[in-house]
């Protein structure tokens, strides 16, 4: 089994529509991460989260939200998705002892 | 802004040639890392190096450091098709234990069989 989850791995959406995005790990970090990847612009930070009660907006959140659940879930949710939204989208969690970093295999959203 | 930018952008070697691609950072880190991504899948890490160590290796990897310039190459010797996929460089940064992976553009490798 993976050790980060998300669901769904692919997703098409009209525009305006609320959609979550679900993230599970069993690596047992607290640490967990929210990216999104467009062609030529790497992965760009969404939101973070060091623990269940501690959320961070990262570099591009406007039209984003975050809930963290548990330890092992954090879902990440777009209110009303707009066409620019269109990416690929990772979760991660990382091992504070070594700072790697392991990531789910993304999700791909389409908003027509 | 990204911390760090990897060059070039794409590569495209023979398999059996190595394959070099760099990273140069902004701000002070504690540690570097490289990841692999096949097409549209998830990073997957390949190695560490922390900002006191000047060279790694790992198989065919190897990796430097060099504070002075903030920038660190990956080296992939021998060359082999699967080697093909996206290559990031992940800084580091942030005091108190509050690292946050903050990942490049990525280059691109792509190898001829």
């Known amino acids: 089994d993976a050790d980060v989850t998300q669901t769904p791995r692919n997703r098409i959406t009209k525009t305006g529509k609320r959609i979550m995005l679900e993230c599970s790990q069993t690596?047992?970090?607290?640490?967990m991460y929210w990216y999104r990847q467009d062609p030529g612009l790497g992965l760009r930070l969404i939101y973070y989260s060091f623990d269940v009660k501690d959320i961070n907006k990262g570099e591009i959140s406007d039209g984003y939200s975050v809930s963290r659940q548990a330890q092992a879930k954090f879902s990440l949710s777009l209110e009303s998705a707009i066409p620019n939204q269109t990416a690929l989208y990772f979760c991660a969690t990382s091992d504070p002892w070594t700072d790697e970093a392991f990531f789910g295999q993304g999700t791909r959203l389409t908003v027509v | 802004s990204q911390q760090g930018e990897e060059d070039p952008q794409a590569l495209s070697i023979q398999e059996g040639e190595n394959a070099t691609m760099n990273c140069s950072y902004k701000?002070?880190?504690?540690?570097l890392q490289w990841y692999r991504q096949n097409s549209g899948r998830g990073l997957v890490h390949l190695i560490l190096?922390?900002?006191?160590?000047r060279e790694k290796h790992s198989g065919r990897l190897r990796v430097t450091l060099d504070t002075s310039k903030k920038s660190s190459s990956l080296l992939i010797t021998a060359s082999r098709a699967a080697d093909t996929a996206s290559y990031f460089c992940a800084t580091s940064t942030g005091a108190g234990g509050s690292y946050i992976p903050t990942f490049g553009r990525g280059t691109s490798l792509i190898v001829h069989p």
């Open positions: 690596k047992g970090h607290d640490r």
């Open positions: 701000t002070s880190i504690n540690n």
């Open positions: 190096i922390r900002s006191n160590e």
